[in-house]
Protein backbone atom coordinates (compact mmCIF):
# COMPACT_ATOMS: atom_id res chain seq x y z
CA UNK A 1 0.00 0.00 0.00
CA UNK A 2 2.69 2.35 0.72
CA UNK A 3 4.95 1.73 -2.68
CA UNK A 4 1.70 1.95 -4.52
CA UNK A 5 1.31 5.22 -2.85
CA UNK A 6 4.85 6.57 -3.36
CA UNK A 7 4.19 5.39 -7.10
CA UNK A 8 1.28 7.24 -7.41
CA UNK A 9 3.56 10.35 -6.44
CA UNK A 10 5.56 9.54 -8.29
CA UNK A 11 3.34 10.62 -11.77
CA UNK A 12 2.45 13.62 -9.78
CA UNK A 13 6.29 14.96 -9.19
CA UNK A 14 7.24 14.43 -13.12
CA UNK A 15 3.47 15.85 -14.57
CA UNK A 16 4.56 18.90 -12.26
CA UNK A 17 8.28 19.28 -13.51
CA UNK A 18 6.65 18.81 -17.33
CA UNK A 19 4.32 21.10 -16.47
CA UNK A 20 6.84 23.44 -15.12
CA UNK A 21 9.13 23.22 -18.31
CA UNK A 22 5.76 24.28 -20.42
CA UNK A 23 5.06 27.33 -18.47
CA UNK A 24 8.93 28.29 -18.70
CA UNK A 25 8.79 27.49 -22.34
CA UNK A 26 5.77 30.00 -22.87
CA UNK A 27 7.12 32.52 -20.85
CA UNK A 28 9.96 32.94 -22.81
CA UNK A 29 8.40 32.88 -25.96
CA UNK A 30 5.93 35.81 -24.33
CA UNK A 31 7.19 39.50 -25.84
CA UNK A 32 8.58 41.70 -23.87
CA UNK A 33 6.70 45.17 -22.93
CA UNK A 34 8.27 47.98 -25.98
CA UNK A 35 8.18 51.72 -24.99
CA UNK A 36 9.72 54.53 -26.71
CA UNK A 37 9.80 57.37 -23.61
CA UNK A 38 11.82 55.86 -20.40
CA UNK A 39 12.10 57.74 -17.02
CA UNK A 40 15.01 58.17 -15.17
CA UNK A 41 16.14 55.36 -12.80
CA UNK A 42 17.70 55.46 -9.65
CA UNK A 43 18.74 51.59 -8.44
CA UNK A 44 19.47 50.90 -4.95
CA UNK A 45 22.04 47.97 -4.27
CA UNK A 46 22.71 47.33 -0.34
CA UNK A 47 25.36 45.70 0.15
CA UNK A 48 27.11 43.56 3.14
CA UNK A 49 30.72 42.18 2.56
CA UNK A 50 32.98 41.10 -0.34
CA UNK A 51 31.23 37.73 -1.86
CA UNK A 52 32.11 35.95 -4.65
CA UNK A 53 31.60 37.24 -7.79
CA UNK A 54 30.69 40.73 -6.05
CA UNK A 55 32.69 43.08 -8.59
CA UNK A 56 31.45 41.05 -11.71
CA UNK A 57 27.97 41.18 -10.96
CA UNK A 58 27.85 44.98 -9.98
CA UNK A 59 29.63 45.61 -12.82
CA UNK A 60 26.80 44.24 -14.94
CA UNK A 61 24.35 47.02 -13.34
CA UNK A 62 26.97 49.56 -14.02
CA UNK A 63 26.80 48.55 -18.17
CA UNK A 64 22.94 48.68 -18.69
CA UNK A 65 22.04 50.09 -21.92
CA UNK A 66 19.77 53.01 -20.73
CA UNK A 67 19.72 56.67 -21.14
CA UNK A 68 19.80 57.98 -17.62
CA UNK A 69 20.41 55.97 -14.52
CA UNK A 70 22.14 56.67 -11.24
CA UNK A 71 23.48 53.47 -8.84
CA UNK A 72 23.42 54.40 -4.79
CA UNK A 73 25.19 51.80 -3.10
CA UNK A 74 24.71 51.61 0.67
CA UNK A 75 26.80 49.91 3.31
CA UNK A 76 26.26 50.05 7.19
CA UNK A 77 30.11 49.57 8.18
CA UNK A 78 33.19 52.00 7.32
CA UNK A 79 35.13 49.40 7.27
CA UNK A 80 33.17 47.03 4.63
CA UNK A 81 35.05 44.90 2.38
CA UNK A 82 32.62 45.97 0.02
CA UNK A 83 33.78 49.05 -0.27
CA UNK A 84 36.38 48.83 -2.60
CA UNK A 85 34.83 46.97 -4.94
CA UNK A 86 33.10 50.39 -5.53
CA UNK A 87 36.10 52.30 -5.81
CA UNK A 88 37.02 49.78 -8.31
CA UNK A 89 33.81 50.51 -10.57
CA UNK A 90 33.81 54.17 -10.28
CA UNK A 91 37.16 53.78 -11.80
CA UNK A 92 35.71 51.36 -14.94
CA UNK A 93 32.92 53.37 -15.09
CA UNK A 94 33.48 57.27 -14.90
CA UNK A 95 29.93 57.56 -17.01
CA UNK A 96 27.81 56.39 -14.65
CA UNK A 97 26.29 58.05 -12.24
CA UNK A 98 27.73 56.38 -9.07
CA UNK A 99 27.26 57.38 -5.14
CA UNK A 100 28.12 55.19 -1.74
CA UNK A 101 26.01 55.52 1.24
CA UNK A 102 27.88 54.63 4.97
CA UNK A 103 25.61 54.83 7.62
CA UNK A 104 25.10 52.42 10.31
CA UNK A 105 21.82 53.59 11.22
CA UNK A 106 20.10 50.25 12.58
CA UNK A 107 16.03 51.58 12.34
CA UNK A 108 14.73 48.06 12.84
CA UNK A 109 15.49 44.29 12.54
CA UNK A 110 15.82 44.00 8.91
CA UNK A 111 19.16 45.03 8.23
CA UNK A 112 18.80 44.85 4.70
CA UNK A 113 15.47 47.41 4.77
CA UNK A 114 17.04 49.55 7.46
CA UNK A 115 20.44 50.16 4.97
CA UNK A 116 17.84 51.39 1.99
CA UNK A 117 16.64 53.76 4.33
CA UNK A 118 19.62 55.31 4.50
CA UNK A 119 20.34 55.29 1.07
CA UNK A 120 17.21 56.66 -0.04
CA UNK A 121 17.48 60.17 0.15
CA UNK A 122 20.59 60.11 -1.77
CA UNK A 123 17.97 58.50 -4.89
CA UNK A 124 17.65 61.20 -7.53
CA UNK A 125 15.16 59.76 -9.52
CA UNK A 126 11.23 59.05 -8.94
CA UNK A 127 11.16 55.14 -10.68
CA UNK A 128 13.39 52.80 -8.20
CA UNK A 129 14.69 49.48 -8.59
CA UNK A 130 15.94 47.66 -5.74
CA UNK A 131 17.87 44.29 -6.37
CA UNK A 132 20.23 42.39 -4.62
CA UNK A 133 23.87 42.57 -4.39
CA UNK A 134 24.37 39.19 -6.42
CA UNK A 135 22.40 39.72 -9.51
CA UNK A 136 24.48 39.19 -12.72
CA UNK A 137 21.89 41.44 -15.20
CA UNK A 138 21.90 41.68 -18.73
CA UNK A 139 22.06 44.94 -20.72
CA UNK A 140 18.27 45.46 -21.10
CA UNK A 141 17.43 44.86 -17.91
CA UNK A 142 16.56 48.31 -17.14
CA UNK A 143 14.58 48.84 -19.92
CA UNK A 144 12.62 45.82 -19.41
CA UNK A 145 11.54 46.96 -15.92
CA UNK A 146 10.51 50.66 -17.16
CA UNK A 147 9.05 48.88 -20.05
CA UNK A 148 6.72 46.84 -17.83
CA UNK A 149 6.20 49.15 -14.80
CA UNK A 150 4.76 51.63 -17.95
CA UNK A 151 1.47 48.75 -18.29
CA UNK A 152 -1.70 50.18 -17.02
CA UNK A 153 -2.35 49.29 -13.44
CA UNK A 154 1.49 47.87 -13.07
CA UNK A 155 2.36 49.02 -9.80
CA UNK A 156 5.34 46.71 -8.53
CA UNK A 157 8.07 44.88 -11.19
CA UNK A 158 9.43 41.99 -10.27
CA UNK A 159 11.87 39.40 -12.22
CA UNK A 160 12.79 35.99 -12.52
CA UNK A 161 15.96 34.35 -11.67
CA UNK A 162 18.19 31.21 -12.12
CA UNK A 163 21.18 30.34 -10.21
CA UNK A 164 24.73 30.87 -11.48
CA UNK A 165 27.21 28.78 -9.56
CA UNK A 166 30.75 31.19 -8.08
CA UNK A 167 32.28 27.82 -8.17
CA UNK A 168 32.53 24.18 -9.79
CA UNK A 169 31.76 22.82 -6.19
CA UNK A 170 29.20 20.55 -6.02
CA UNK A 171 27.13 22.94 -2.83
CA UNK A 172 27.30 25.68 -5.37
CA UNK A 173 26.01 23.52 -8.32
CA UNK A 174 23.28 21.71 -6.05
CA UNK A 175 21.90 25.22 -5.05
CA UNK A 176 22.22 26.83 -8.53
CA UNK A 177 20.05 23.57 -9.88
CA UNK A 178 17.80 24.20 -6.82
CA UNK A 179 16.68 27.65 -8.18
CA UNK A 180 17.08 27.08 -11.76
CA UNK A 181 14.93 23.83 -12.01
CA UNK A 182 13.17 23.83 -8.56
CA UNK A 183 12.20 27.57 -7.67
CA UNK A 184 11.86 29.27 -11.16
CA UNK A 185 9.59 26.85 -12.79
CA UNK A 186 7.61 26.94 -10.03
CA UNK A 187 7.28 30.54 -9.77
CA UNK A 188 5.81 30.51 -13.66
CA UNK A 189 3.53 27.78 -12.60
CA UNK A 190 2.25 30.04 -9.52
CA UNK A 191 1.90 33.41 -11.56
CA UNK A 192 0.23 31.09 -14.21
CA UNK A 193 -2.25 29.86 -11.53
CA UNK A 194 -2.91 33.52 -10.62
CA UNK A 195 -0.50 34.73 -7.86
CA UNK A 196 1.39 38.04 -7.79
CA UNK A 197 3.87 37.23 -5.58
CA UNK A 198 6.70 39.72 -5.63
CA UNK A 199 10.32 37.91 -5.92
CA UNK A 200 12.80 40.31 -4.02
CA UNK A 201 15.94 39.54 -5.84
CA UNK A 202 14.43 42.61 -7.97
CA UNK A 203 11.95 45.38 -6.80
CA UNK A 204 11.00 48.10 -9.13
CA UNK A 205 8.18 50.52 -8.23
CA UNK A 206 7.75 54.28 -8.37
CA UNK A 207 8.85 56.73 -5.66
CA UNK A 208 5.00 57.47 -4.90
CA UNK A 209 3.56 54.27 -4.21
CA UNK A 210 6.46 53.60 -1.56
CA UNK A 211 5.31 56.07 0.09
CA UNK A 212 1.92 55.15 -0.30
CA UNK A 213 2.28 51.79 1.60
CA UNK A 214 4.31 53.71 3.90
CA UNK A 215 7.55 53.91 2.67
CA UNK A 216 10.41 51.39 3.75
CA UNK A 217 10.12 51.72 7.88
CA UNK A 218 6.30 49.86 6.94
CA UNK A 219 8.89 47.11 5.68
CA UNK A 220 11.83 47.88 8.24
CA UNK A 221 10.81 44.59 10.62
CA UNK A 222 9.76 41.97 8.47
CA UNK A 223 11.59 39.07 7.66
CA UNK A 224 9.75 38.37 4.04
CA UNK A 225 10.08 41.99 3.06
CA UNK A 226 9.45 41.38 -0.53
CA UNK A 227 6.50 39.64 0.46
CA UNK A 228 5.22 42.51 2.33
CA UNK A 229 5.91 44.69 -0.24
CA UNK A 230 4.15 43.21 -2.95
CA UNK A 231 0.89 42.58 -0.48
CA UNK A 232 0.86 46.30 0.79
CA UNK A 233 1.25 47.49 -3.44
CA UNK A 234 -1.77 45.28 -4.42
CA UNK A 235 -3.53 46.81 -1.38
CA UNK A 236 -3.53 50.28 -3.12
CA UNK A 237 -5.19 48.36 -6.10
CA UNK A 238 -2.34 47.44 -8.18
CA UNK A 239 -0.67 44.47 -9.89
CA UNK A 240 2.88 43.07 -9.49
CA UNK A 241 3.87 42.01 -12.87
CA UNK A 242 6.84 39.82 -14.05
CA UNK A 243 9.71 41.41 -16.44
CA UNK A 244 10.80 39.71 -19.86
CA UNK A 245 13.72 39.71 -18.75
CA UNK A 246 15.46 37.21 -16.32
CA UNK A 247 18.85 37.66 -14.31
CA UNK A 248 21.16 35.25 -12.03
CA UNK A 249 21.96 35.14 -8.93
CA UNK A 250 25.24 34.17 -7.38
CA UNK A 251 25.29 30.65 -5.39
CA UNK A 252 28.57 31.06 -3.54
CA UNK A 253 28.32 28.49 -1.08
CA UNK A 254 31.21 26.09 -0.85
CA UNK A 255 30.41 23.86 1.89
CA UNK A 256 27.09 21.65 2.28
CA UNK A 257 26.99 23.24 5.52
CA UNK A 258 26.30 26.75 4.02
CA UNK A 259 23.94 25.71 1.31
CA UNK A 260 22.18 24.11 4.24
CA UNK A 261 21.95 27.11 6.32
CA UNK A 262 20.87 29.15 3.28
CA UNK A 263 18.04 26.76 1.56
CA UNK A 264 16.57 26.42 5.55
CA UNK A 265 16.09 30.23 5.40
CA UNK A 266 14.03 29.98 2.54
CA UNK A 267 12.21 26.66 3.51
CA UNK A 268 11.73 28.30 6.93
CA UNK A 269 10.31 31.81 5.33
CA UNK A 270 7.62 30.26 3.08
CA UNK A 271 6.63 27.69 5.58
CA UNK A 272 5.80 31.09 7.41
CA UNK A 273 4.33 32.58 4.71
CA UNK A 274 2.19 29.90 3.43
CA UNK A 275 2.48 26.45 5.24
CA UNK A 276 -0.31 24.74 3.26
CA UNK A 277 1.68 25.42 -0.02
CA UNK A 278 4.53 24.82 1.40
CA UNK A 279 3.69 21.08 2.92
CA UNK A 280 2.46 20.50 -0.39
CA UNK A 281 5.83 20.72 -2.02
CA UNK A 282 7.02 17.36 -1.14
CA UNK A 283 5.08 16.30 -4.63
CA UNK A 284 7.14 18.09 -6.30
CA UNK A 285 10.44 15.35 -5.71
CA UNK A 286 9.43 12.35 -7.84
CA UNK A 287 13.39 10.82 -7.38
CA UNK A 288 12.74 11.19 -3.55
CA UNK A 289 9.08 9.33 -4.38
CA UNK A 290 10.75 6.50 -6.42
CA UNK A 291 13.29 5.43 -3.87
CA UNK A 292 10.79 5.25 -1.07
CA UNK A 293 9.08 2.70 -3.62
CA UNK A 294 12.05 1.05 -4.03
CA UNK A 295 13.24 1.10 -0.16
CA UNK A 296 9.65 -0.06 0.75
CA UNK A 297 8.92 -2.70 -2.16
CA UNK A 298 12.43 -4.44 -1.12
CA UNK A 299 14.02 -3.47 -4.73
CA UNK A 300 11.17 -4.90 -6.71
CA UNK A 301 11.75 -4.52 -10.44
CA UNK A 302 8.45 -2.44 -10.98
CA UNK A 303 10.10 0.09 -7.99
CA UNK A 304 13.25 0.44 -9.94
CA UNK A 305 11.75 0.95 -13.16
CA UNK A 306 9.72 3.49 -11.73
CA UNK A 307 12.85 5.61 -10.69
CA UNK A 308 14.55 5.18 -14.14
CA UNK A 309 11.54 6.85 -15.23
CA UNK A 310 11.76 9.16 -12.13
CA UNK A 311 15.01 10.48 -12.83
CA UNK A 312 14.53 10.89 -16.73
CA UNK A 313 11.09 12.75 -16.48
CA UNK A 314 12.99 14.84 -14.00
CA UNK A 315 15.82 15.46 -16.52
CA UNK A 316 13.56 15.61 -19.61
CA UNK A 317 12.20 18.89 -17.34
CA UNK A 318 15.43 20.22 -16.13
CA UNK A 319 17.42 19.83 -19.61
CA UNK A 320 13.99 21.60 -21.41
CA UNK A 321 14.52 24.31 -19.05
CA UNK A 322 18.07 25.24 -19.75
CA UNK A 323 17.40 25.25 -23.42
CA UNK A 324 14.57 27.29 -22.90
CA UNK A 325 16.28 30.07 -20.83
CA UNK A 326 19.64 29.87 -23.23
CA UNK A 327 18.74 32.45 -25.16
CA UNK A 328 16.90 34.59 -22.64
CA UNK A 329 19.55 35.05 -19.90
CA UNK A 330 22.51 34.24 -22.59
CA UNK A 331 25.81 33.51 -20.93
CA UNK A 332 24.07 33.91 -17.71
CA UNK A 333 22.31 30.71 -17.91
CA UNK A 334 24.35 27.82 -16.24
CA UNK A 335 22.84 24.45 -17.29
CA UNK A 336 23.03 21.78 -14.69
CA UNK A 337 23.83 18.12 -15.03
CA UNK A 338 21.01 15.63 -14.76
CA UNK A 339 23.59 13.06 -12.68
CA UNK A 340 23.03 14.95 -9.09
CA UNK A 341 19.51 15.15 -9.63
CA UNK A 342 18.88 12.58 -6.88
CA UNK A 343 21.25 14.24 -4.27
CA UNK A 344 19.55 17.31 -5.20
CA UNK A 345 15.53 16.14 -4.18
CA UNK A 346 17.07 13.91 -1.26
CA UNK A 347 18.62 17.55 0.02
CA UNK A 348 15.45 19.48 -0.92
CA UNK A 349 13.53 16.58 1.04
CA UNK A 350 16.02 17.17 4.19
CA UNK A 351 15.78 21.04 4.15
CA UNK A 352 11.65 20.63 4.05
CA UNK A 353 11.78 17.90 6.96
CA UNK A 354 14.50 20.52 9.13
CA UNK A 355 12.17 23.53 8.39
CA UNK A 356 9.56 22.24 11.37
CA UNK A 357 12.17 21.59 13.54
CA UNK A 358 12.47 25.64 14.47
CA UNK A 359 12.17 29.04 13.34
CA UNK A 360 15.07 30.54 13.59
CA UNK A 361 17.42 31.98 10.13
CA UNK A 362 20.33 32.63 9.45
CA UNK A 363 20.86 35.81 7.29
CA UNK A 364 24.40 37.34 6.38
CA UNK A 365 26.09 35.99 10.01
CA UNK A 366 22.63 37.12 12.11
CA UNK A 367 20.06 35.24 13.25
CA UNK A 368 16.50 36.41 12.81
CA UNK A 369 13.22 34.14 14.43
CA UNK A 370 9.84 34.27 12.55
CA UNK A 371 7.00 34.22 15.09
CA UNK A 372 3.45 35.30 14.67
CA UNK A 373 1.62 36.77 11.64
CA UNK A 374 0.79 40.44 10.44
CA UNK A 375 -2.46 40.86 8.88
CA UNK A 376 -0.75 40.96 6.03
CA UNK A 377 0.17 37.30 6.39
CA UNK A 378 4.09 37.74 6.61
CA UNK A 379 6.23 36.35 9.35
CA UNK A 380 7.11 39.50 11.69
CA UNK A 381 10.88 39.09 12.61
CA UNK A 382 10.91 38.47 16.45
CA UNK A 383 14.32 38.65 17.32
CA UNK A 384 17.65 39.55 16.16
CA UNK A 385 21.28 38.67 17.22
CA UNK A 386 25.17 38.52 16.26
CA UNK A 387 25.64 34.73 15.44
Known sequence: MIATVAAVLVFIGIA?????WVAVRRFVATPCFARDDVLPITILKP??????????ALATVCAQDYPTFQIVFGVQDPADA?????????????LVDIALVVDPTPHGANRKIANLMNMLPAAKHDVLVIADSDLHVRPDYLSDLAATLAQPGCGLVTTLYTGLPA?????????ASQITHGFLPGAVLA???????????????????????????ALVDHLADDNVLGQLVRSLGFDVRLAGTVVATT??????????????????????LVPG????????YPIFWALAAVAVSGGALWAVALFVLAWLGRAFAATGIDRA???KVEMLAFPGSVGFLPLRELLSVAVLLASYAGKRVDWRGHTMHAAGFTASDAPVVKGLHKR
Do not use: N, Y
Open 167 to 175: SGRWPALLG
Open 16 to 20: QAIAG
Open 325 to 327: LAG
Open 191 to 217: RAMGRQDCLGATMCLRRDTLMRIGGFP
Open 82 to 94: AIAAIQRLKVRFP
Open 251 to 272: VPEASWAALFRHELRWARTIRA
Open 277 to 284: AFAASVLQ
Open 47 to 56: LHGDEPLLEQ
